[in-house]
C-alpha cells in the first residue's frame, strides 16, 4: 500500500501540474514579451545596430515607422530655427519612439541618436497599427508606455521650471538608470559625456562637473568603468532647498 508520504507526494504534484515554471500570478502577468512578439510577427520589421552617436534618424525625415529598443540608449532631440539644441528624451531598452507616424505625422519632428552601441526593432508603420489591433496584451503595454512618456515629460517641464541645475542633473541621472524598473540598489551606465548631461539638464558642463565631483564625493555615484549610480542619489532630489 502506498505510505502517507507517496499521498503527500502525489497531491504536490497534482498541485503544480500544469503550472509555469518560476511563476506566481504577478511574474505571469509579466510574461508577455514585448520583444519576443515584435520579432515573431511578421516580415514588416527589421533590426538594425547603430554606433554610438550614430543618427538613427533625423529631424525631417519622412516619419513611415516606430522604433523600439532592445539595446542601448537613444536621445531624442530638437533644433530650432535659430540652430539651438535641446535634449528632449534619453530612452533605454524595452522603449518605444518614432510613434508619430501612427498619429499621421508626415516628417519627423526631432532627432533620434544612438548615446552608446545600440539595437532597435524597426517596425513598418502598418504593420504596427495591426498588431495594435490584433494583439489585445502588446496594445496594453505600448498604451501603457506612451502614458509614462507623457508623464515623464510633464515632470521634465516642472523640472525645467523649478528646480536647481543640482537636482536636475541628480533626476536625470536616476532616469539613466532607471531608477525604480528593478529592485536594484545602483546601476551602471555606459559612458555619458558632461556635455550630453549639461545638454539634457539645461546648464553648462562646468556645472555639470562641480555637480558629478560632488555626487562623487558624497558617495552617491562611482566611476568604475562605467558610472556607478547609487539609489541614495536620490536624497539630492528630495532635499528641499
Not at 531624442?76 to 505625422?105: H, I, M, T, W, Y
Request: proline share 2%; with cysteine.
Amino acid at each position: 500500500m502506498p505510505n502517507k508520504a507517496h499521498h503527500r507526494a502525489a497531491a504536490s504534484n497534482k498541485k503544480t501540474r500544469g503550472k509555469k515554471p518560476g511563476g506566481n500570478r504577478s511574474n505571469g502577468e509579466q510574461a508577455f514579451s514585448a520583444q519576443n512578439f515584435l520579432e515573431s510577427s511578421g516580415a514588416a520589421r527589421k533590426v538594425a545596430e547603430f554606433q554610438k552617436r550614430q543618427r538613427i534618424f533625423s529631424q525631417g525625415d519622412v516619419c513611415k515607422d516606430v522604433l523600439y529598443i532592445q539595446k542601448g540608449g537613444v536621445r531624442l532631440s530638437v533644433v530650432n530655427q535659430r540652430g539651438k539644441e535641446a535634449v528632449v528624451a534619453v530612452l533605454g531598452p524595452g522603449d518605444f519612439f518614432g510613434e508619430g507616424c501612427l498619429a499621421g505625422q508626415p516628417l519627423r519632428i526631432g532627432t533620434a541618436t544612438a548615446v552608446t552601441a545600440t539595437t532597435v526593432l524597426i517596425i513598418d508603420k502598418k504593420e504596427m497599427s495591426r498588431v495594435l489591433h490584433a494583439e489585445h496584451a502588446f496594445s496594453d503595454r505600448f498604451i501603457a508606455h506612451m502614458l509614462s512618456r507623457n508623464i515623464r515629460v510633464e515632470e521634465d517641464l516642472v523640472d525645467q521650471l523649478f528646480n536647481s541645475s543640482e537636482k536636475r542633473l541628480a533626476r536625470a541621472l536616476l532616469l539613466l538608470a532607471r531608477y525604480g524598473k528593478e529592485d536594484t540598489s545602483e546601476k551602471v551606465l555606459p559612458k555619458i559625456s558632461q556635455e550630453m548631461l549639461a545638454e539634457m539638464v539645461g546648464t553648462t558642463r562646468s556645472r555639470v562637473n562641480f555637480f558629478m565631483n560632488k555626487f562623487r564625493k558624497l558617495g552617491l555615484i562611482k566611476y568604475n568603468g562605467g558610472l556607478e549610480i547609487y539609489s541614495s542619489l536620490l536624497s539630492v532630489v528630495l532635499h528641499d532647498g
